[in-house]
């Protein structure tokens, strides 16, 4: 099992493929197998280098809320222990706020940005109260009720359908003290549309078009804000598209990623 260990904390990774290195950080509350269609697929072009975010998967959880900052720095540590300078960074909704959070830590690492099925807002007062009250939630009542209440708002084609039941299978695979310490995280994230007004780097930003939680309308605001960017719909996909409608998505981000190496 591959690891590397920041502040004290062991953090597991996967590190496999070749080609120009690609970052990915997954989404709540999943871990680094939620990208396992990508790196089969693509992993004779690209090296993935997949983290499992702190509180998650393998990775142990350390102290206090997972801000999007401390996954970011856990990520540019892991790219410092691997000797990549830089690379393209994406991230799937929590993993996007991350992947914002990076490029504010140092855009200079970042030779690509992939957002997908996220935001560049900050939670408001009502957000950042559900956060607490689910946290609280985690850790009172376990994962059961969190699984109830997400998946049909994560999978377009419900909980009973093979991507419904691979995600429920990675959600119960949590802890709930890595659930809550991430949902405290997330609400003390800042808002990133500034600093995405800045980013002069490539982008692509992917949205499923079922996304109920993180839209459309979310999707074009964070591409009118980067310029160049390039925005994908993946037809057949809510919130977690790269899960849902893997070939499309992989097509997606082959074109992208494909595009660079060419510029």
Same mark, same amino acid.
């Not at 929590?94 to 957002?115: I, K, N, P």
């Not at 009502?126 to 999978?155: C, H, T, Y």
């Not at 890595?178 to 982008?203: E, H």
């Given at each position: ?65 997972? %801000?999007? @900052?401390?996954?970011?720095?856990? &990520?540019?540590?892991?790219?410092? =222990? /691997?000797?990549? $300078? +830089? ?85 119960? %695979?949590? @802890?709930?003290?890595?659930?809550? &310490?991430?949902?405290?995280?997330? =609400? /003390?994230?800042? $808002? +990133? ?71």
């Amino acid at each position: 099992m591959l690891t590397v260990t920041v502040d004290g904390v062991p953090l597991h990774y996967r590190d496999e493929g070749k080609g120009p290195p690609v970052l990915l950080l997954h989404a709540f509350p999943l871990n680094g197998s939620a990208f396992d269609a990508q790196v089969k697929a693509l992993s004779g072009r690209y090296r993935f280098i997949v983290p499992d975010i702190r509180g998650f998967g393998q990775s142990s959880l350390g102290e206090g809320p997972t %801000e999007m @900052s401390r996954i970011a720095r856990d &990520a540019l540590a892991l790219l410092d =222990a /691997l000797n990549i $300078d +830089s690379a393209v960074v994406g991230g799937v909704s929590m993993g996007g706020y991350a992947a914002m959070a990076l490029l504010r830590e140092d855009a200079g690492r970042v030779s690509g940005l992939v957002l997908v099925d996220t935001q560049a807002t900050a939670d408001d007062a009502e957000g950042k109260a559900r956060r607490e009250a689910n946290a609280k939630q985690a850790l009172d009542a376990g994962l059961e009720p969190i699984v109830e209440a997400m998946l049909p708002k994560l999978v377009a084609a419900g909980p009973d359908s093979p991507p419904g039941r691979e995600v429920a299978t990675l959600i119960r %695979e949590a @802890s709930p003290a890595g659930v809550a &310490a991430a949902q405290r995280g997330m =609400a /003390l994230r800042p $808002d +990133s549309k500034d600093m995405l007004a800045r980013y002069a780097g490539p982008a692509l930003v992917v949205v499923g078009e079922h996304d109920a939680i993180t839209p459309l309308a979310k999707a074009k605001e964070m591409a009118d804000l980067i310029t160049g960017a390039r925005l994908e719909v993946i037809p057949g996909a809510g919130h977690l598209s790269n899960q849902e409608q893997p070939e499309r998505f992989n097509a997606v981000l082959d074109s992208f990623l494909s595009s660079l190496q060419g510029a």
